[in-house]
């Protein structure tokens, strides 16, 4: 991960109104005018803002079932070179669901004191996915001096990644295998049963004998349901897919089709289930 430091300068107005670019040269406000703040690569700024170009985070909500995981990752830090008090805020890109936040709790915006730096976290909603999420999002940094009328603005882009949820192999038991679209639970051979490090399934390959095709297959795994291809034949497993929104009461009636056969107490190579 790479953070940038981009640092503000401040251009003066004097009373004829012609504008002077200040480098190193102030160390105080104090113009009875506006007084802008001009961003440039500087180390001897006036505000100083150090963040990341791009930011990632995994899975944090402990019920994965609910299909929305609302994230939050450390993204950037705003430091008051003045000498004055300056009021800091950075706002987010409604457009793509990132918000920023300061990382203590502080309520925006937040008064830093000469030399007081502030943390800002990046905050974003989740698809709870097995696929990385990366979206290009926007944050606007404003600055407005207590004192004297100081002001600044500027945008800056961020990529956030919203990290896919890890299960595979030793992931969770699946519950059932449900196959939409098929009347006869004879139609399915079910074989390479693949078990996780406690003997529980969580993976099946299946073959589908009869005359017309499996339109999609359920797998509820824990308290997530997971909408996997159909066909002829596949692999059925937990974590794989796309996750549903479903109710727990769901598992009654996993398909989207009045029609469907359900395979449950998956335990062996041997077919050794029970069809519900």
Known sequence: MKRRSVLASMGAFTASGSTIIGSGAFSSVEANRSVTVKIVEDESAYVGLEY???VSAGPQDTDPSSGLDRRDEEVATITNKFTVPVEVEIDGDDEVGVEYEP???SEQPVELGPGDHQDFDAVFECEVSVEDDTRSAEFTVTAIGTGDEVSGELDRPVKVTCEGVDVGVSGSEISF???CGIDNTEDIDITNIES??????VSIDWEYTGHNEVKSVIVKSG???WRQDGGNS???SSGSGELLDLHPSASSAPCDTTNFVKFEDIESEDNDEKAD
């Open 52 to 54: 990341d170009e791009e």
């Open 103 to 105: 990382t203590d709790g």
């Open 177 to 179: 295998v449900a196959f």
């Open 196 to 201: 996780n490090d406690d003997s529980e399934p």
């Open 223 to 225: 308290t997530s349901f």
């Open 234 to 236: 596949g692999t059925a």
